[in-house]
């Protein structure tokens, strides 16, 4: 097992990477002196897999769970499945010193963390995210939130998770088409911060892609340090942490007018990162090679690399763009890179400059 | 005008107090560096008579603001006018930059704050309260939420204030019942925390009703001071900050039974008050006397001081009760005092000792 620390004074917590892990959630959080009264928030794909050994696991430590399973896919993280949340939260009598235990991927941390951010005006919780997406990127750092009518994570918080348990065995049960889209957000770490990740990530992507036990612990691990440290630097997106966003400037607007629907969130984002990388060679001089390596290291996950959009849909992104939280003064901000591990963020790109780029990545 | 600091390291903020304040709060916005869109927030009440002042004030310096106005009433303190005002705020694209303004009573605070709170993961926001309790109470100190079906504030978060403006002369229009209300939560800040200003509000209370400007201004100035030297000290309510609750887990429990409609929040926590009072005397040896002398002037101040409950009534009371957010390990806490001006917080107290305050308090 290996283990991440965040920092993040009174608001540390450990990240464990490793295999048979669900079965030790209840003395993991026996350490965390919660109160015993929790809610285990999963959705209907995720219960019938891993619910019966997390609650197994708590109830062996003396913690009474309650099990709140909710849709799954990107709808459920909406102000009515918040709603529904709090009121089982209210029916079971979860107290101040209850907690909540997020089992799943990206949306059902996104959303219970929103829920345990704001009931009772906060509960501590715990992240037990079952995807690669979710155990590199969505479980770390506090980012929590639901979607609007209007746009993505519109709504939301900051709420640190007081322990994440990236169980690698649970990996082994998703589907092929979730896999690669979390190494969307494998790949971006190596863009944004770190040049040898990536380098290592071309060599070993066969060995991934084969879900090799030890590479994929090698990965998630330096994914989650890579991470930790972003959000140690800068815990609510002052500044630096916005080097996260790398390709997901395009990625959310992909997304949001496909209405969650076409896209998963690291298939978005790889389209989004092809362009960022583009972008970043017309703007900040990224080496042609660098943007060939990002779009071939994509292209050999099985992830999409290029979007044709017709005139409706392009008017549409750039509104869903502009309604993005990223926006500032009205001007749409990019993360644009040097090279592959060295970004910049707040990078104004012109609206024809976006338009060639879509041109350029019609495939 | 008098300036109260409420010290919470980077979050500190200043309290103003005093009269015609309001056509000064676009320049007191400008001070904070925040961006030109902002939403007032206010209810169908307050719109018509401050609305005009506080629009014109923000255009005055540079601003540029959305009205938001929601219904009045405790009901407006619910997820649906939430998700309203989140349309609102997306639809004139508000940024992270953008602030809101809370103006009107403790509704409107709490309503917009938590929208504030949550809207983009967090913007700044500003309150301008219309009523005495308000004024003295819920604008200051960071504590925002709505109700749920199950209970009050059940949801919600800390987010404190970027200023604080308490105009006195706002406080002129206000309806007999409303200044009586916000007497509950004065004459409680004597109880918890200045025997000397207890004593005091017993010699200047006809002064008081008569809304004596000199004399309401010391004396909000003294209860923002006591809440915000409370709050310094605690800010999310791990300890201390429990004794402002004196008199709330009887008085939430009123409110809540009777569904929010049959009394103010500060005619609600007079009850609690007294009630409180008679248990302080059972347990912990508050002299008769003290309180004799907080029922007195409750029951000067216009409030009431007596509730006849039928038994399903008292039922329900406890059921709400141990919904509370001051609930732990399934206990009712209760805030008691040694004597006036001396108060204890995280105290138990048996349900026959309570069925018997309740036989006592029938009037």
């Not at 879900?211 to 140690?232: H, T």
């Not at 959310?252 to 629907?261: K, R």
């Amino acid at each position: 097992m290996r283990t991440v620390q965040v920092s993040l004074a009174e608001r540390s917590y450990r990240i464990l990477v490793g295999g048979g892990l669900l079965s030790r959630l209840g003395k993991e959080c026996a350490r965390l002196k919660l109160g015993r009264r929790c809610a285990v928030v999963t959705d209907e794909k995720v219960a019938p897999l891993h619910a019966a050994a997390v609650l197994e696991s708590l109830k062996g430590a003396g913690f009474e769970p309650l099990l709140v399973t909710v849709p799954s896919g990107e709808t459920a993280k909406s102000l009515k499945v918040v709603a529904q949340c709090y009121d089982a939260f209210a029916k079971a009598r979860l107290e101040r010193k209850s907690f909540v235990v997020a089992l799943g991927g990206g949306v059902v941390g996104d959303l219970a963390g929103f829920v345990a951010a704001t009931y009772l005006r906060g509960v501590a919780f715990v992240q037990v995210p079952t995807t690669l997406l979710a155990q590199v990127d969505s479980s770390v750092g506090g980012k929590v939130g639901v979607n609007l009518p209007a746009g993505k994570n519109l709504v939301g918080a900051f709420h640190q998770p007081r322990l994440v348990l990236c169980d690698l065995d649970v990996l082994k049960t998703l589907p092929d088409r979730e896999f690669r889209a979390g190494l969307g957000e494998v790949i971006k770490y190596g863009i944004i911060y770190d040049a040898p990740f990536f380098r290592r990530l071309e060599k070993s992507l066969d060995r991934i892609l084969a879900r090799d036990p030890a590479e994929l612990s090698a990965v998630v691990a330096r994914c989650c340090a890579i991470k930790a440290d972003v959000v140690g630097q800068d815990e609510t997106e002052s500044g630096l942490r916005a080097v996260l966003n790398y390709g997901h400037t395009i990625g959310h607007g992909l997304e949001a007018i496909s209405a969650y629907g076409k896209y998963l969130h690291g298939e978005a984002i790889s389209i989004g990162q092809v362009a960022a990388s583009h972008l970043s060679a017309a703007l900040l001089g990224m080496p042609a090679q660098d943007v060939e390596r990002v779009r071939e290291l994509f292209f050999r996950a099985g992830l999409p690399v290029c979007v044709k959009l017709s005139p409706a849909q392009r008017k549409a992104l750039f509104d869903a763009m502009r309604l993005d939280k990223k926006v500032s003064a009205g001007e749409i901000k990019f993360v644009l890179a040097r090279a592959i591990g060295q970004v910049e963020f707040g990078q104004s790109v012109p609206d024809d400059l976006v338009n060639w780029v879509l041109d350029r990545i019609e495939g």
